[in-house]
């Protein structure tokens, strides 16, 4: 007995409605776009970006003049006879501007520039961060999304195995074991399926929670939809080449760089503390004579003047912040080293499960086309008398093992790709450095392993 084309496109159907009115659908760049744009990871690093331009803006005030104004009031109670006034007064404006802080507004505009720069970079690597884990969701979903189907379909085959037992066991034909193998198969596939249902929500949740989407309490159905299918999309990166594009395009790299180069500057701003700092200042006063006999009460006028500052001792103050600042600096130095050992592990671990990924895709398609023709084996030796049924059924759990497994190769690869691609900071076309010659090999073989990898195998629709 063989189920129609039709009967399988229609139960796929039901399984998978359509996206209800008004629910959004996302290919994977526009997952991407949307996580960008609302995922909060993002948002507060991008808030960081502009606490650290806030911080220029206060730093660069150094090198402007600042213009203040103070003035008091106040009524004496007389205590003793005196002829001085009992009202005083004084009221003042005044522009100060710094001549010389011995490096210090320039050493605290440059950490400003610098921090500006390193928030930049931890900016971009929470995005590129984020864009990995959402290509990684969302080809986990596509994943889970296609095992339902291998995992109905290999249901329905052992439903019918089972039915068509039930049915020999009446006409007389096999005997209770038969039966009972039938069920225990049957029992055995149910619990993957509910298995692959509960990862699909779970991928669901995942990826909402990129796109910093908020579930409506009591929601029983996907808050959006995507498109597409689990492919494979052969790639050739050289692993170093992959090293050397990481170390030199890597933001966490570039921003402990700026560490060491914030400790630099941070030096020069303590040693600032051991020089002079000369200002000038400039205003126009208002205030009282208490005293008559020295002249009128209200007088005004202008002043300027120079104030200087010079801590001669400072009970090795300064010398402690500046030995407090060395050993920082000598903590980032180790710190860029190790992030530098960090992002080459990740480079050559994702490299690794690619490889991985390439061995066990081109075993396992073969295999699948093995399994299936195992189990046509099986089914014909069975008709002839020459095999039983405990073949058919191991015969049909390869076809569903071994498409699973090519299946999960395939997610690996996607994976590791978007792994490698986050490692190097670039883009996963940007790391096929294979040869032409090479792809054009594999061109065909690639394109046919693309298509309707996700869907189940032809021959466990077969009876």
């Known amino acids: ?13 039901v399984a998978f409605p359509a996206p209800a009115h008004g629910m959004s659908t996302y290919t994977i760049e526009e997952a991407v776009a949307l996580a960008q744009a609302q995922n909060p990871e993002i948002a507060i690093a991008q808030k960081k970006v502009q606490a650290a331009s806030g911080g220029f803006v206060e730093a660069r005030s150094g090198f402007l003049p600042s213009v203040a104004s103070t003035g008091f ?22 522009v100060e501007q710094n001549l010389y802080t011995g ?10 520039r610098l921090n500006i720069e390193k928030q930049g970079y931890e900016f971009q690597e929470v995005a590129d961060r984020v864009t990995m884990d959402v290509r990684i969701a969302f080809n986990e979903l596509l994943l889970n999304r296609a095992k339902i189907r291998v995992r109905e379909n290999s249901v329905r085959v052992f439903e019918e195995e089972l039915k068509s037992q039930q049915e020999r066991l009446q006409a007389g ?28 929500k779970n991928s669901y949740l995942r990826l909402a929670e990129l796109f910093g989407t908020d579930l409506r309490p009591g929601a029983e159905g996907v808050p959006f939809e995507i498109t597409g299918e689990l492919q494979y999309h052969s790639r050739h990166p050289d692993l170093k080449e992959c ?27 303590d040693r600032s503390e051991l020089r002079p700092h000369v200002r000038a200042l400039s205003g126009y006063e208002v205030y009282s004579e208490r005293d008559p006999d020295v002249g009128q009460e209200f007088n005004y006028g202008f002043l300027v003047g120079i104030n200087a500052t010079w801590n001669v001792f400072d ?134 392993q693309a298509l309707d990898v996700a869907r189940p195998p032809a021959k466990l629709s077969q009876r």
């Open 173 to 200: 034909l096999v005997g209770a074991l038969n039966v009972q193998r039938a069920e225990v198969a049957l029992a055995n596939e149910q619990p993957e399926l509910i298995n692959a249902q509960t990862q699909l």
């Open 73 to 94: 009031y106040d009524k004496r109670q007389q205590q003793t006879e005196t002829r001085l006034r009992d009202e005083d007064y004084n009221a003042i404006l005044r």
């Open 315 to 448: 009970g090795f103050a300064t010398k402690g912040r500046m030995q407090a600042t060395r050993a920082r600096r000598e903590a980032a130095a180790q710190a860029l080293a190790a992030t530098r050992r960090a992002v080459a592990s990740e480079v050559r671990s994702a490299f690794f499960d690619l490889e991985q990924a390439e061995r066990v895709l081109e075993t396992e398609t073969e295999n699948v086309q093995t399994a299936d023709e195992a189990l046509d084996m099986a089914k014909a030796n069975l008709g002839a008398g020459l095999g039983t049924q405990l073949d058919i059924l191991q015969a049909a759990s390869d076809v569903t093992r071994t498409r699973t497994t090519r299946l999960g190769a395939i997610y690996l690869h996607n994976v590791a790709i978007a792994r490698l691609a986050r490692a190097c900071a670039s883009s996963a076309e940007a790391l096929d450095f294979g040869s032409k010659i090479k792809n054009a090999k594999n061109e065909n073989r690639n394109a046919a």
């Open 243 to 269: 090293l050397a594009r990481a170390d030199a395009n890597r933001p966490v790299i570039k921003a402990r760089q700026k560490d060491i180069e914030i400790e630099d500057q941070q030096y020069i701003l």
């Open 103 to 112: 490096g210090a507004v320039t050493s605290q505009v440059a950490i400003a």
């Open 1 to 13: 007995m063989r189920l129609e084309f039709g009967a399988v496109v229609i139960l796929i159907t």
